[in-house]
């Protein structure tokens, strides 16, 4: 029953996701189709990073920017590559047998740097584990080559902030820290205040690092 009722809660954030799929446009790719082989394989993911993080009750959000062709678009989950999905003992449960995510079978890519830098960066964080998440949930990619980056477009940003909106409801969080300027710029849109981090990726590893510890001895002092 704890599960239907999670599931039930996040009834609002899987509608405002599914959406998306309605108008992508030829240079992005919506992940989770659960009629694609992939697609379905990182819906489960995420349904499964969801109900483990509902266990730990989060009471931050990260907001990066969209997923990256190394990593979420991978997974399914986000800030998270194949590395981070195999990882022994698990890095959301402690598990020896690790989180118990499906692996894709032939990866177009088995590691992204920005997964690696926040996974790093949340290794000493104290209490519940900050929920994750991608403004633009769509990967947004060079056109004609998939497996590039591009950055989300304003409209894209503002067409992902409901999305993330209803994921914060769904856990109850009311503090989003948004990782770079875009998410921040998203979530101003919809009139909320969030705070931004200096993006990990192109240098910006320490600072980032340094900014989400200072977030949390805030979070633990406040």
Same mark, same amino acid.
């Given at each position: ?33 659960? #009629? ?9 993911? $995420? ?36 590395? /981070? ?29 920005? #997964? ?7 290794? #000493? ?21 998939? $497996? ?6 304003? @409209? ?27 998410? /921040?710029?998203?979530?101003? #849109? ?14 910006? @590893? ?17």
């Amino acid at each position: 029953m704890a599960a239907e009722h999670r599931r039930s809660e996040l009834t609002p954030f899987l509608a405002a996701l599914d959406a998306l799929a309605a108008d992508v446009p030829d240079d992005a790719e919506f992940l989770y189709d659960p #009629s694609t082989p992939r697609g379905a394989l990182r819906r489960g993911n $995420l349904l499964h990073y969801l109900a483990l993080m509902a266990e730990i009750r989060p009471k931050v959000l990260l907001l990066a920017e969209a997923p990256g062709y190394r990593g979420m678009t991978v997974s399914g989950v986000p800030f998270t590559s194949v590395r /981070q999905l195999t990882t022994r003992p698990g890095l959301i449960t402690g598990r020896a047998e690790g989180d118990g995510f499906e692996v894709p079978e032939h990866p177009d890519a088995t590691w992204e740097s920005s #997964s690696g830098i926040v996974w790093r960066a949340l290794q #000493s964080w104290r209490g519940p584990l900050p929920l994750l998440w991608g403004v633009y949930p769509n990967h947004p990619f060079v056109p004609g080559d998939r $497996l590039t980056n591009r950055a989300p477009r304003p @409209a894209e940003v503002r067409a992902g902030a409901p999305v993330a909106l209803a994921l914060a409801e769904a856990f109850g969080i009311g503090l989003i820290a948004a990782v770079g300027r875009k998410a /921040q710029g998203a979530m101003a #849109s919809a009139g909320v205040d969030a705070p931004a981090l200096r993006h990990p990726a192109q240098g910006g @590893a320490t600072i980032f690092t340094q900014q989400v510890h200072d977030l949390n001895e805030r979070m633990l002092t406040s």
